[in-house]
């Protein structure tokens, strides 16, 4: 695969688009994932490492963090890595979440003291 890539179907009447490119079989740069037309994901890659960010249905950003392209005996695998930041539907940080190489390593509730 190479060049601009744009998927398209529909999965319990939930219709889904994803628009990026390919270089040598591999995505680059900035993809976009929809639902039904609103934005649920964006990634962005560089190499082995991708900035990935999650939407709440009302467009408010869900969940931001990176991921690395890790190879394991055989398999090669997409794995969160380092911080990941969780927010509610009114953009409030809930979670930090630390990870390496896929592996939960420490999870901190924030207090949202703001009402």
Request: hydrophobic share 25%; aromatic share 16%; glycine share 8%.
């Amino acid at each position: 695969m190479h060049g601009k890539w744009i998927e398209e179907y529909t999965l319990d009447t939930i219709r889904y688009k994803s628009i990026g490119r390919y270089k040598e079989g591999e995505p680059v740069k900035k993809w976009k994932y929809y639902a039904n037309g609103k934005i649920i994901k964006k990634e962005t890659y560089k190499k082995e490492y991708c900035k990935v960010r999650f939407y709440h249905p009302n467009g408010a950003l869900q969940a931001k963090g990176i991921t690395q392209l890790i190879e394991k005996g055989k398999d090669i695998h997409w794995f969160y890595s380092g911080e990941w930041e969780y927010f509610d539907t009114n953009k409030n940080l809930i979670i930090n979440r630390l990870y390496d190489h896929g592996e939960l390593i420490s999870e901190k509730e924030i207090k949202n003291t703001k009402q």
